[in-house]
C-alpha cells in the first residue's frame, strides 16, 4: 500500500511540474512552398462513388467518356488539386 502512494505520489508531482505545451509560427520565416498536389483527395469503390457516381456511361448526365459532368463541376467547384484513383485500401490489391 506504501508502495502505491508513493508511485501515485510521484506521479502527481510529476504532472504538476510538466511544463505546458506551446506553439510558436513565426510568421516571417517562409521555409519554400508546398505543391498543391501534396494535398489531394482519393476515389474508391465506396458504395456508388465510382459506377454510378463519377463514372456513369450512358446517362445523359455522363460526357462522351461516362464521366458525370455534374460531378465534376462540384468537385471542380471544391477545388480538389489532384484525385488519386484507385485510392485508400483498395490500391493496394490494384494490379
Do not use: C, W
Not at 510529476?14 to 506553439?23: L, V
Not at 501534396?38 to 463514372?55: P, Q, T
Not at 471542380?76 to 488519386?84: C, T
Amino acid at each position: 500500500m506504501k508502495t502505491s502512494l508513493a508511485i501515485l505520489a510521484f506521479a502527481a508531482a510529476a504532472y504538476a511540474q510538466a511544463p505546458a505545451a506551446r506553439i510558436k509560427i513565426d510568421t516571417d520565416r517562409r521555409i519554400g512552398e508546398v505543391s498543391p498536389l501534396v494535398f489531394g483527395n482519393f476515389a474508391e469503390h465506396l458504395g456508388r462513388m465510382i459506377y454510378g457516381g463519377i463514372y456513369e456511361e450512358g446517362s445523359p448526365l455522363s460526357d462522351k467518356d461516362g464521366f458525370r459532368t455534374d460531378v465534376m463541376a462540384a468537385v471542380k467547384n471544391l477545388g480538389v488539386s489532384i484525385l488519386r484513383y484507385p485510392g485508400g485500401n483498395f490500391a493496394s490489391g490494384y494490379n
